[in-house]
C-alpha cells in the first residue's frame, strides 16, 4: 500500500462551479502527479509537482491550477468547471524507483 | 513534447503468448514503463526499463531499444485474469503514457 488516497471519491457539480481534488499522501515522496482518464484519451498529464510550492505544467493544464504547500498534500483546483472537465481523474506519487503509484480515483461530473 | 503510439486493441488465447509494442518520441527520456489498469480500477506499475535490454518478472517480460525508440511487453501464459488495459508510459520529470492497449483474452 503506497499510502496515497484521493477526495472526494465522486463529485456532481454545475458549469461554472469551482471544484478542488485533494491528493493526500503519507509516504513523504517528492514527485506528485495529477492525471485525467478519458474513453479513447489514456492518461493525461495535468500538472506535477517536484516538490513543496514547485509544479509545472502538463499535457492538458489549461483550465486546471495546483497547489502543494506541504509534501503530503497535492490539490487540483477547477477555477470554474466545464462540461469537457468530466473525466476520472487520478493523483500519483512517484517512488525513489520511479514508480507511479496511483489513488483510486476522483469521478468529477459537471452537469 | 513527447508521444507514444502504441495499438488500441489486441485480442489473444488463454494460455497463448502477447506481445503489446510501443513507439516513443521525447524530448527528454529515462526510461520506459508499463502499467496494468483493470476496468474500474486504477493504473499499476508492471515494468520499468532504464537500459537497452530484456526485464522479466514472472510471466510478463518488457523490452527496451533506445536507438529505435520502442519497446513492447510480453505476456507468456495467458491467463484470463490478464484481460485488462495496459500503457506505456515515458519517463523523465513528466510521467507520459500512450492511449493503452485494451487485451481481450479469448478461452
Keep these: 500500500d503506497a499510502g496515497i488516497?484521493?477526495?472526494?471519491?465522486?463529485?456532481?457539480?454545475?458549469?461554472?462551479?469551482?471544484?478542488?481534488?485533494?491528493?493526500?499522501?503519507t509516504e513523504n515522496h517528492?514527485?506528485?502527479?495529477?492525471?485525467?482518464?478519458?474513453?479513447?484519451?489514456?492518461?493525461?498529464?495535468?500538472?506535477?509537482?517536484?516538490g513543496v510550492k514547485d509544479t509545472d505544467k502538463g499535457e492538458v493544464s489549461d483550465g486546471y491550477s495546483v497547489s502543494r504547500s506541504k509534501t503530503e498534500d497535492f490539490l487540483l483546483t477547477l477555477?470554474?468547471?466545464?462540461?469537457?472537465?468530466?473525466?476520472?481523474?487520478?493523483c500519483a506519487i512517484r517512488t525513489d524507483t520511479g514508480e507511479l503509484f496511483f489513488g483510486e480515483g476522483s469521478r468529477l461530473t459537471v452537469l | 513534447g513527447q508521444s507514444l503510439e502504441q495499438p488500441s486493441e489486441v485480442?489473444?488465447?488463454?494460455?497463448?503468448?502477447?506481445?503489446?509494442?510501443?513507439?516513443?518520441?521525447?524530448?527528454?527520456?529515462?526510461?520506459l514503463s508499463w502499467y496494468q489498469q483493470h476496468d474500474?480500477?486504477?493504473?499499476?506499475?508492471?515494468?520499468?526499463?532504464?537500459?537497452?535490454?530484456?526485464?522479466?518478472?514472472?510471466?510478463?517480460?518488457?523490452f527496451l531499444s533506445r536507438s529505435d525508440s520502442y519497446g513492447y511487453l510480453l505476456l507468456q501464459?495467458?491467463?484470463?485474469?490478464?484481460?485488462?488495459?495496459?500503457?506505456?508510459?515515458?519517463?523523465?520529470d513528466k510521467i507520459i503514457f500512450g492511449k493503452g492497449t485494451r487485451l481481450h483474452i479469448l478461452p
Design chain 1, 5 to 25: 488516497t484521493q477526495s472526494p471519491r465522486h463529485k456532481v457539480t454545475e458549469t461554472g462551479t469551482p471544484v478542488t481534488l485533494r491528493c493526500h499522501q
Design chain 1, 30 to 50: 517528492r514527485y506528485m502527479y495529477w492525471y485525467r482518464q478519458d474513453p479513447g484519451h489514456g492518461l493525461r498529464l495535468i500538472h506535477y509537482s517536484y
Design chain 1, 79 to 90: 477555477e470554474s468547471a466545464t462540461s469537457s472537465q468530466t473525466s476520472v481523474y487520478f
Design chain 2, 11 to 31: 485480442t489473444a488465447v488463454e494460455g497463448a503468448i502477447v506481445q503489446i509494442n510501443c513507439t516513443y518520441q521525447t524530448s527528454g527520456f529515462y526510461g
Design chain 2, 40 to 62: 474500474g480500477g486504477a493504473p499499476t506499475f508492471l515494468s520499468y526499463n532504464g537500459l537497452d535490454g530484456l526485464e522479466e518478472t514472472g510471466r510478463f517480460s518488457s
Design chain 2, 77 to 92: 501464459e495467458l491467463q484470463m485474469k490478464d484481460s485488462a488495459s495496459y500503457f506505456c508510459a515515458v519517463r523523465d
